[in-house]
């Protein structure tokens, strides 16, 4: 399928477990992007990458870790996780020299830590 | 420190009337403006954008509208549809930037009642 996908879109987990959020995007873009969305907070950036092997820290990195060996791959990983990162995580790309850093958006995951 | 900011966290509208969802923004560096839509259970999607050298930039019943000086900018949506309901993220960066991220602000939930 076209596009950028994420999986799981549903993640129940308990604390100090390692999880990963997979993101996918079928469009070769260069950038890609993970937000999470919080009741007040709106969207914040956790990290982004500018090109495979390429990556760096957001507004609200501590507790993640991400990967980019391939172009459309991007995966999220909570290393330990705490309930305080329970939320709707969003992945998402965009075409470097596009139409002015419109970035395109995953559905989304929500991870639940109980 | 909040760069970008939406002091509505909502608004309601009666159908055919007139949206009008607002922005401020903190950094003088940006001049790309972006706004997103968003749907319940799915990612957010690009809606309309304005680059610092315009004051208006129109798409069918969506206008945004930049005032430099004032840091200020807003979105008009005429005439409001049921469909509109959602919520909207304003989003703000610089062009001159090499890493095409985005700063987001916390999103206006806008109603449109029949």
């Known amino acids: 399928d076209a596009g950028i996908t994420q999986s799981p879109r549903y993640k129940i987990t308990e604390t100090g477990r390692q999880v990963t959020l997979m993101c996918h995007q079928t469009?070769?873009?260069?950038?890609m992007f993970w937000y999470r969305q919080d009741l007040g907070h709106g969207l914040r950036l956790i990290y982004y990458?500018?090109?495979?092997?390429?990556?760096d820290k957001g507004e609200v990195p501590d507790g993640y870790v991400v990967s980019r060996s391939k172009t459309e791959n991007f995966p999220l990983t909570l290393e330990s996780a705490t309930r305080s990162q329970t939320s709707v995580y969003f992945c998402?790309?965009?075409?470097?020299?596009?139409?002015?850093?419109?970035?395109?958006f995953g559905p989304g995951t929500r991870l639940t830590v109980l | 420190d909040q760069q970008v900011k939406q002091n509505s966290p909502s608004l309601s509208v009666q159908e055919g009337r007139i949206s009008i969802l607002n922005c401020d923004y903190t950094n003088s560096m940006f001049d790309y403006f972006l706004w997103y839509k968003k749907y319940p259970a799915e990612g957010p999607t690009f809606l309309i954008s304005?680059?610092?050298?315009?004051d208006k930039n129109e798409d069918g019943r969506f206008t945004v509208f930049l005032n430099k000086s004032a840091k200020h900018l807003s979105l008009h949506i005429v005439p409001s549809q049921p469909g509109d309901s959602a919520v909207y993220f304003c989003?703000?960066?610089?062009?001159?930037?090499?890493?095409?991220?985005?700063?987001f602000g916390k999103g206006t939930l806008l109603t449109v009642n029949p």
């Open positions: 990458s500018a090109a495979a092997d390429i990556t």
């Open positions: 304005i680059s610092s050298i315009k």
């Open positions: 998402a790309s965009s075409l470097a020299g596009g139409r002015r850093n419109e970035q395109f």
């Open positions: 989003a703000s960066t610089f062009s001159g930037g090499s890493n095409y991220k985005l700063t």
């Open positions: 469009w070769s873009h260069s950038y």
